[in-house]
Nanobody, 127 residues
């Protein structure tokens, strides 16, 4: 069983930065960050595999960076050059299938993305 606890959300100005953290307990295949704004479908924003392969959709590529510190069992999402359209609830998820790399890269929205575990979410607001 995997438990996920996110932190680091908050408010930022356009062009600013925030770093999200997610403590991940237990074994998992892949971990990722997703976001969902009111009235929209949840979308993947970053995925990282155990071999350090990563994937980002075009909407955040070059601005967001996902990383995993195994010594701290913590997943991070560094968000730079924030835009108002980045405003959403952000969730970390674990135990995704490898094909989620392609889904996220192409911006394909798959219900649940095959993830087994989800965190409670942390709000990010950019104004």
């Amino acid at each position: 069983h995997v438990q996920l606890v996110e932190s680091g959300g908050g408010s930022a100005q356009t062009g600013g930065s925030l770093r999200l953290s997610c403590v991940v307990s237990g074994d998992h295949r892949m971990v990722a960050w997703f976001r969902q704004a009111p009235g929209t479908t949840r979308e993947g924003v970053a995925v990282i595999c155990s071999d350090d392969a990563t994937s980002y959709p075009e909407s955040v590529r070059g601005r967001f960076v996902i990383s995993l510190d195994l010594t701290k069992n913590t997943l991070y999402l560094q968000m730079n050059s924030l835009k108002p359209e980045d405003t959403a609830m952000y969730y970390c998820a674990a135990d995704l299938p490898r094909r989620a790399l392609g889904w996220v890269r192409l911006g394909v929205k798959i219900p649940g993305y095959g993830a087994t575990y989800w965190g409670q979410g942390t709000q990010v607001t950019v104004s």
